[in-house]
């Protein structure tokens, strides 16, 4: 595969709701995403850095600066980049985990489609089709969170993730129990804005029968998360800890969570991704797709990721339409609760040309 130049392309998608956690709110993505462009096809990766440092240590701008300055000439300098090489030229450089991830997927996809071979079966997918979560945002008050979940239940997503933070986790929680019932499948996510201190409190959370906590402390404090593991019943789940194999290996035999909740940007890329995938089945962890409010490009990449035997708890891969009320591909429409797996070469999608101009702040094209 001889790649000839890399398209770094900036889109601003309004949300089509604001969706609050508990390090912000967001209502607008402003989104980068990488075209790698080969002799014979194009391909595509999603970066899912936010505008600001908030949910980790990388940032749109950053990513853009990144790409160009070092990642992209660190592969313009290397022979015979496929997918699989990607990460080793890479690995000298060090974090950036989001900017590599997206590098590492437009090479994967245009190497893909050259190939004509789906994604889904690269990476080891056995399922045609997924069943979807939706996770909801902090809200003003019980009675909008309690119309929104009710909302989603309708709509068919087979499980619900909670935003909580400090003064907004265990009457929310309660509520959309008694409101829907013990048999819902729920889970919170804390994003890290809890302390050990707040253990008790946590421990409340026990008694609804929830899937998971996720993320309740810093994203450093393994032994921190090992300790509130041994007081709650609830299983603790970790999202922005889990950087790569190598800490989701320590964070098991810590005992600092057992279940992982996979992200391919927050990992380096889906090659990353299928490594946990497998040291977590080994260890019988169980693991399921977390989201970054990806468009249809991202989305489908983590629809792929998601049909892997291990993804034994329903992701973050949402509709289209719960963020976008126009997506930049051929919407991802629920099914009975589920997303079909794309079954077209690389990532299965393109994005369609007049939403991809429509949307478009700023494009460069860096050439090899
Ligand atoms: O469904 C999605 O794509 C979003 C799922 C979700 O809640 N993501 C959270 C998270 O911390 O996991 C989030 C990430 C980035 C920005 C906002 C929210």
């Known amino acids: 595969m001889k790649l000839t130049g890399f398209e770094l392309r ?16 967001q209502t607008h993505r402003d989104i980068l995403l990488v075209r ?8 595509w990766g999603e970066c ?11 940032y749109v701008d950053g990513a853009v600066d990144v790409l160009t300055r070092f990642l992209i000439p660190a592969l313009a300098g290397a022979d015979d980049v496929d997918g699989a090489r990607v990460a080793t030229v890479l690995a000298p450089f060090k974090g950036h985990r ?29 399922h045609p089709r997924v069943p979807c979560g939706v996770s909801v945002g902090i809200m003003d008050s019980v009675p909008q969170l309690l119309d929104a979940v009710g909302g989603y239940l309708e709509q068919g997503y087979v499980r619900v993730k909670l935003k909580i933070e400090p003064g907004w986790d265990v009457a929310p929680v309660r509520a959309v129990r008694n409101r829907f019932g013990g048999e819902v499948l729920l889970q919170v996510d804390a994003n890290t804005a809890y302390t050990l201190a707040d253990a008790r409190h946590l421990a409340q959370l026990d008694a609804f029968d929830l ?4 993320q309740p402390l810093e994203e450093d404090d393994i032994l921190g998360h090992a300790q509130l593991a041994r007081q709650l019943s609830t299983p ?12 989701a290996a320590a964070a098991i035999s810590l005992g600092a969570c057992s279940v ?15 490594r946990i995938h497998d040291l977590c089945v080994a260890h019988g962890v169980a693991v399921w797709c977390g989201g970054m409010l990806e468009t249809g490009i991202g989305r489908a990449a983590n629809v792929a990721l998601a049909a892997l035997p291990g993804f034994t708890l329903p992701g973050d891969t949402s509709a289209s339409d719960r963020y976008y009320r126009t997506d930049i591909t051929s919407p991802f429409v629920l099914d ?3 997303l079909d797996v794309p079954a077209g070469a690389g990532i299965g999608v393109e994005p369609l040309a007049e939403e991809l101009d429509a949307t478009t702040t700023w494009t460069q094209w860096i050439p090899l």
Do not use: H, Q, W
């Open 10 to 25: 900036r889109i601003g998608l309004p949300l089509a709701a604001p969706f609050r956690t508990s390090f912000g709110t």
């Open 36 to 43: 790698a462009v080969t002799g014979d096809a194009e391909g």
């Open 48 to 58: 899912v850095t936010l505008p600001d440092p908030l949910y980790s240590e990388e």
């Open 98 to 126: 989001m900017a590599k991830a997206a590098l590492e997927m437009a090479v994967l996809d245009a190497e893909l489609k050259e190939l004509g071979r789906p994604l889904a079966r690269e990476l080891g997918a056995v």
């Open 211 to 214: 899937l998971l906590i996720e």
């Open 236 to 247: 603790v789940c970790l999202d922005e800890s889990i950087t790569s194999a190598r800490t």
């Open 260 to 274: 992982i909740n996979i992200k391919p940007g927050r990992v380096g890329g889906y090659l990353e991704a299928r």
């Open 336 to 338: 009975d609760g589920y």
